[in-house]
């Protein structure tokens, strides 16, 4: 199992190339050699920091690339600013776009009594994305705890895969066919985030997660 | 519901876990590593390892430490202790750890925080401030004066206005250590942990005092505290995280739990 994962310079990679390889995966980082997303097996676009970094996609041509290997349904993960990237764009950012693959777009937390950025261990309410069980959430029971740090969310909607509530409920993981992503870190989830990492790698275009 | 963190935390003294009162009688308490994963396994939320000794000849021992503990470990993992510049720093993320704790090279220089948080994120910065209360101060809590050199020196300045500070360079969260309660399992300052939890947006962590479940139901209540670092109370098997948070779900602290 080969997964692509991409650096564009936003943070940490150790953590998520670690995990992976924990769980079996042999891991290739690349970060404008396009040939690599081209052949990939699996794509991971972690993400720690600002939305503004994803800059960097468009400025490497890997955006035109991971958008031809969505189409060609390779499996998909964001992670973080990953996920957010997966949207339309983000108030975080707003000259930059996102991949447009989910239309809306992220926003930052609403003003509350609540501390911004959100931060630490908060529960899932996994829910079924357009009717069908969610693949990467397979496994999951009603309130496990996964590891957050963010001030910018996704909006709950029909590809919504799991619900989490912060000052407002909110996008915790977003599902379309071989398109996911996750706003907490399932690589310091514990073991609940090894199991998600777990589908991911086991998805399959066909069939069901195994 | 969001909960609040129980983050275990290492002394590491030349790549072995060390126990001691006020960093005296150090006894060794085991491999970091395997410390770690117990930890993780007994419930902790977030574990953190701090170079007690932090010299410049221990910082391969340090890396290789960090590189063995963050193997195997799937939860948030903060090392601090000599990391003085973003190169330490970065070495430091390379060797697998998720967040620093910058302490003294901070206050030297603000502007590492921001210089940390650029390549690395916001929530990977996390300042560390060592703080007694200030007796000749009108308000001895708002007064707190900062502390260095493992509360020896002070500063010159408010724990209150470089926490502000600290947030507005870029730091993700403070690790609030009073140094009046440091040691003495009497419980944490409560009221200083709740003045700089109101003073900023970002999570506090409160450690220094910790003796009792009675304690962590305070500071996590009275304190607003966002999360609490115990390390004496988990050493020698005395308690775990599980344990204390089975204690603290009962009371009706938000935890996270099974875990």
Request: proline content about 4%.
């Amino acid at each position: 199992m080969r997964v692509t994962v991409i650096d564009y310079k936003a943070g940490n990679l150790t953590s998520v190339l670690k995990t992976l390889r924990h769980l079996g995966a042999e891991t290739v980082v690349t970060d404008d050699d396009l040939t690599l997303v081209e052949s990939a097996e699996r794509i991971v676009l972690p993400g720690v920091g600002h939305f503004a970094a994803t800059e960097r996609l468009d400025a490497t041509g890997l955006t035109g690339a991971i958008r031809s290997g969505v189409a060609r349904g390779v499996p998909f993960l964001g992670i973080c600013v990953g996920m957010q990237w997966l949207y339309a764009g983000s108030s975080e950012a707003p000259q930059q776009p996102g991949l447009g693959h989910f239309s809306e777009s992220c926003t930052r937390f609403a003003e509350s009594q609540e501390k911004v950025p959100h931060v630490g261990w908060n529960s899932l309410e996994v829910r079924p994305v357009n009717g069908i069980a969610s693949r990467l959430l397979a496994g999951v029971e009603p309130g496990e705890f996964v590891y957050f740090t963010h001030s910018y969310k996704g909006p709950v909607t029909a590809d919504t895969a799991a619900v989490t509530h912060y000052i407002e409920p909110f996008a915790a993981a977003v599902e379309r066919g071989n398109v996911m992503g996750v706003q907490f870190h399932p690589e310091k989830s514990g073991e609940t985030g090894l199991k998600i990492l777990r589908n991911f790698l086991a998805w399959q275009a066909k069939g069901t997660v195994c | 519901m969001l909960t609040k963190r129980i983050i275990a935390c290492l002394d590491v003294h030349a790549g072995r876990v060390v126990k001691g009162v006020q960093f005296v009688d150090l006894v060794d308490a085991g491999d970091p590593a395997t410390q770690a994963a117990r930890h993780a396994k007994e419930g902790a939320d977030e574990i953190v390892l701090l170079d007690i000794t932090a010299t410049h000849e221990g910082r391969q021992t340090l890396l290789d430490t960090v590189r063995r503990t963050a193997r195997d470990l799937f939860v948030p993992f903060c090392v601090g202790g000599g990391i003085k510049s973003a190169r330490d720093a970065e070495q430091v993320f390379e060797a697998g750890a998720d967040k620093v704790s910058i302490n003294s090279a901070a206050l030297a220089d603000p502007t590492l925080i921001s210089a940390i948080g650029s390549s690395f994120g916001a929530q990977a910065v996390v300042v560390a401030i060592d703080a007694r209360r200030d007796p000749k101060a009108a308000d001895p809590v708002r007064g707190a004066q900062v502390y260095v050199h493992g509360g020896r020196r002070p500063v010159g300045r408010t724990v209150v206005e470089w926490a502000r500070e600290a947030e507005q360079r870029g730091a993700g969260e403070i690790l609030l250590t009073s140094m009046d309660s440091d040691g003495t399992r009497a419980g944490f300052d409560c009221e200083l942990t709740a003045a700089v939890s109101e003073a900023v947006s970002i999570p506090v962590i409160a450690s220094g005092g910790a003796g009792t479940v009675a304690h962590f139901v305070d500071v996590f209540t009275r304190g607003k505290a966002d999360a609490a670092l115990a390390a004496s109370i988990f050493h020698f098997g005395v308690s775990t995280s599980r344990s204390l948070k089975e204690e603290l779900a009962e009371v009706g602290v938000p935890v996270r739990l099974p875990c």
